[in-house]
């Protein structure tokens, strides 16, 4: 067979093409690997070593707290709070119906030789009725220490939903700083009677709420929000939102209610990584007045905490 100077060139071509596809596809995963590698790494400031004058708060879905006191889930948490001395810890989505649970399984119970001192508050829907220990949803937040002595007060969602709970405590000079847990549930894909979302859409519709589950989250819990700063209330709210927090939708609630997004502030010209596993957003964040202070702030990278989301 012969072959002319145009099929030379034709091969030719063809060669350096798939040469060009390969090494292009070869640098697309090079680059999608690094950023995967970037996304699962700790953001933001590291944890040092605290001093006796810094508060450290740790934020993160927990996607449930174990059913049982043996589970070593429960050991891991324990650790990660330890390791990274942790004085108040906002879980949510604790997905457990505590009045259901054997008696050696309730959380004090269970975290009995942990700490010398602490103080926890829960809260779950007692709106509705329950064979099961599982519970979709849910919050709550432990003071360690130190913290665990200057509460003034406890509460949680006054609706009974469990969409948030609260401690309240006193500083120097008599300031008082109010610290939330807040979990607002996502719209699920396969709408099962037992989800978050359902939960409150039953309990909206008897109540003849005609608010969407999601949007009634955001109207309530800011309701409450301008309460206590009106009360001359700091407030740092830890919270599971389950939408991207750089959207326009958030961006707009937390300016009106007087918050600052913890992380936008702190790191403007950063992207701020996604905090669940699968997502590609950032869902988890931390608000505060803009007269609380911050020394440090950042995610730990994920599995730091036993959870398909971030430690923040």
Known sequence: METTEDDISQIELEEGQEHIDNTNR??????????????????????????ENELRILHTNING??????????????????????????????NRYWPNMNEKDRWRQRTHGWWETSNTTIAYNNKDS??????????MITSIGKPAHRIEETGKDETGLGRWTWQKMKGKRNIMLRIISAYRPCVPSTAGPTTAYSQQQRYLNIVQDTRE?????????????EKWHNEGDQIILMADLNTDVTSKEIKQWREKHRLKDIYISEFPNQKIPATYHKGKNTIDTIMASYSINVERAGF?????????????
Not at 300 to 312: M, Q, T, V, W, Y
């Open 26 to 51: 070869k640098e697309n995963k090079r680059r999608k690997t690094n950023r995967q590698k970037q996304d699962n790494e700790a953001f933001g400031d590291k944890i040092k070593e605290k001093n």
């Open 65 to 94: 707290i174990p059913l049982a006191k043996e589970d070593g889930k429960n050991d891991l948490i324990f650790q990660a709070l330890a390791r990274n001395q942790i004085d108040i810890v906002g879980f949510t989505e604790v």
């Open 130 to 139: 329950t064979n099961s220990t599982f519970q979709p949803g849910g919050t």
């Open 213 to 225: 589950p999601r949007q009634a989250f955001l109207d309530d819990l800011g309701k409450n929000i």
């Open 300 to 312: 730990l990278a994920f599995g730091a905490i036993p959870s398909d989301h971030r430690g923040l």
